[in-house]
C-alpha cells in the first residue's frame, strides 16, 4: 500500500501539462464580473416577486456574490443583498416547528445548509432561524456521517451528497449554539471522516469534498491530495466539465474556482488564470453564461429573467459562481 505522505506528490505528478497563455487583464475581468453582477442582482430580485420559497440558486448565491462584489468595490448592491436575506428569512420563519423537529423541508439537507451558507456569507448574527437549521441538520446527518442531496433529479446542485455534507459542515461550524456545539463538533467529525473514505464521480464531487475536508479541519495531506484531485479535472480549454463525459462548462468551472482559491489556491496560480480565460471567452455578449440543463423538472417552469428559458436556472447559478471566480481575481477596495 502507498504511503499517505505519497500521495499527494503522485497526484501532482498526475496533472496534466498545459500549453501557457497570456493571464486575463485586470480590465477585462472587472467589465465581465460588473456583467455577471447585474445579472445576478436583477434576476434575484425578479424570482423574489414571483416565488415565496427560499431557492438555492437564487438567494444564496445571490447574497455570496453581491456580499463579495461590495467588497471588491462595486457600489449600491447592499439593499439588494438585504431583500434576498429577508426573503430568505420570512421562507423559513413559518417553519421553524419543521426545522427543529428535522422534517418537512422541501429539498432536506441541501436547502438547509444552502441557506446557511448564505448566512455565513452575509457574516449573519446567529438567530432563532438559524438554530433551527442547526437542529435540522444534525438530526438530518446520516450514520455514515453525510448529509443526503435533496434529490438526485437535479443536478449538480441538488445532486451531490458531497456538496450538502460540506456545506453542513460549514453552517455547524458558524452557526451551532454553545449548547449544540459537543453535539455540531461529533457531527463535523463523522463528517470528515465519511468525506474521506468515499470515492468522487463528479468535479461537484470533488469540489465539495475538498471545501468539506478543509472546513472540517481535516489533515493537511488529504486537503492537498484532494486539491489535486479538483485540478486534475481542468481540461485543457481550461475549464472544469460536471462529468468525465460532459465538456467544461462555467458552472463546474466557476465551482471548482471558487473552492480552490477558498481553500488555498491563489488566484495568479496558472490553474487559476487558464480558468479565468475559460470564463472570459464563453461569457456571452449580454454577460449571461450558457449551461444545458441535467435536472428532471420538479416545478413548473417560469421565467426569472435570465436569457436560456428552461436552461436558466443552472446558467444563473453558473452566472453567479463564475462571477465570485472573476471577483476574487480583483483586488479588495481601498477602506
Known amino acids: 500500500m502507498l504511503s499517505r505522505r505519497l500521495l499527494p506528490l503522485l497526484v501532482l505528478l498526475a496533472v496534466p501539462a498545459q500549453a501557457e497563455e497570456a493571464a486575463p487583464a485586470p480590465e477585462a475581468i472587472r467589465a465581465a464580473a460588473a456583467q455577471g453582477i447585474r445579472w445576478t442582482r436583477e434576476v434575484a430580485v425578479e424570482y423574489t416577486k414571483q416565488r415565496e420559497c427560499f431557492s438555492c440558486h437564487h438567494q444564496t448565491s445571490a447574497v455570496m456574490t453581491l456580499r463579495l462584489a461590495e467588497q471588491k468595490g462595486f457600489p449600491e448592491l447592499a439593499a439588494a443583498r438585504a431583500q434576498q436575506i429577508e426573503h430568505s428569512n420570512t421562507s423559513f420563519a413559518g417553519r421553524l416547528d419543521q426545522l427543529n423537529g428535522g422534517r418537512g423541508i422541501g429539498g432536506g439537507a441541501t436547502s438547509v445548509s444552502y441557506a446557511l451558507l448564505m448566512h455565513v456569507a452575509n457574516d449573519s448574527p446567529r438567530s432563532e432561524i438559524t438554530d433551527a437549521m442547526v437542529h435540522y441538520l444534525l438530526k438530518t446527518q446520516q450514520q ?31 452557526y451551532a449554539p454553545e449548547d449544540q456545539r459537543e453535539a455540531a463538533d461529533a457531527a463535523i467529525r463523522r463528517a470528515r471522516s465519511w468525506l474521506r473514505n468515499v470515492y468522487v464521480q463528479s468535479t461537484e464531487d470533488a469540489a465539495f469534498r475538498l471545501l468539506g475536508l478543509h472546513a472540517a479541519d481535516a489533515d493537511r495531506l488529504d486537503i492537498i491530495a484532494t486539491r489535486s484531485s479538483v485540478l486534475t479535472r481542468q481540461r485543457a480549454d481550461g475549464g472544469w466539465p460536471q462529468t468525465d463525459r460532459d465538456e467544461s462548462d462555467a458552472y463546474a468551472t466557476g465551482t471548482a474556482l471558487v473552492i480552490l482559491h477558498k481553500t488555498g489556491l491563489a488566484v495568479d496560480d496558472p490553474a487559476y488564470q487558464r480558468g479565468l480565460a475559460y470564463l472570459l471567452r464563453t461569457q456571452a455578449d449580454d454577460g449571461a453564461w450558457h449551461v444545458v440543463t441535467r435536472a428532471t423538472p420538479v416545478q413548473t417552469y417560469f421565467d426569472a429573467g435570465y436569457p436560456y428559458e428552461k436552461d436558466q436556472f443552472i446558467s444563473y447559478l453558473a452566472g453567479a459562481w463564475a462571477t465570485q471566480a472573476l471577483l476574487y481575481a480583483l483586488p479588495d477596495r481601498e477602506e
Open 144 to 174: 455514515d456521517g453525510r448529509w443526503r442531496s435533496g434529490g438526485t433529479q437535479r443536478p449538480p446542485s441538488m445532486g451531490s451528497d458531497f456538496a450538502s455534507t460540506a456545506l453542513a459542515i460549514l453552517g455547524l461550524d458558524r
